[in-house]
Every structure is written in C-alpha cells, then in structure tokens.
Nanobody, 115 residues
Framework: QVQLAESGGDLVQPGGSLRLSCAAS????????MAWYRQAPGRDRELVAR???????NYADSVKGRFTISRDNAKNTVYLQMNSLKPADTATYYC?????????WGRGTQVTVSS
C-alpha cells in the first residue's frame, strides 16, 4: 500500500522559511518521480515543484528562485525548502507520485503565511 505522509507546515511571517517533508512507503522510492502540489481555498490544485528519479527538477514560475525540491533516497523522503515566503504561498501542500496508471496523494500539510 502506497502511503505519502507530509509534515512541516506551519504559520510563518512573510519573508520567512519552512521546510516540508514527505515520507513515502509502499513504493520503490528511488525510481519514482516525486512532486509537490498546493491548493489554496477556492483555487485549483497546482504543481509547485517536481523532481525526477535522476534528480532533475522543475518549478512553477511563481516559486522559482525561492523554493527548492530535493530528495533523500536513503530515507524515502522528498523535501520542499521554501524561502522568502509570501502570503500568496498560503495553501495546503500535497506530496504526489505516480506508479503506472495510478496517482497517489498524501493528506497534505497546511502552510499559512501571515503577519
């Protein structure tokens, strides 16, 4: 059974930083592309960042230069380092992976950027 467990969300002031973690189980983590998505109230879920099994990354334009996705295959964990946070980054952040025709999501972790 595939499980993705996000953690690290919090309330942070504008300009602050957070690091999100997603621990994966039930998959051969090292061969899977992993991604972070986010969803703000009233808005569609959107891709934030993706990292391939080989370590290549891509980012949404809105987070380029501020967010960094990384992975630790020894720990079956993917991270999202978020710097220079803005109120517009407020959302629930979800970990994502795919295996064949199936897509898997974690339950999400809330990030709130507010003074």
């Amino acid at each position: 059974q595939v499980q993705l467990a996000e953690s690290g969300g919090d309330l942070v002031q504008p300009g602050g930083s957070l690091r999100l973690s997603c621990a994966a189980s039930g998959i051969i983590f090292s061969i899977r592309d992993m991604a972070w998505y986010r969803q703000a109230p009233g808005r569609d879920r959107e891709l934030v960042a993706r990292i391939t099994s080989s370590g290549s990354t891509n980012y949404a334009d809105s987070v380029k230069g501020r967010f960094t996705i990384s992975r630790d295959n020894a720990k079956n964990t993917v991270y999202l380092q978020m710097n220079s946070l803005k109120p517009a980054d407020t959302a629930t952040y979800y970990c994502n992976t795919e295996r064949g025709p199936l897509t898997y999501w974690g339950r999400g972790t809330q990030v709130t950027v507010s003074s």
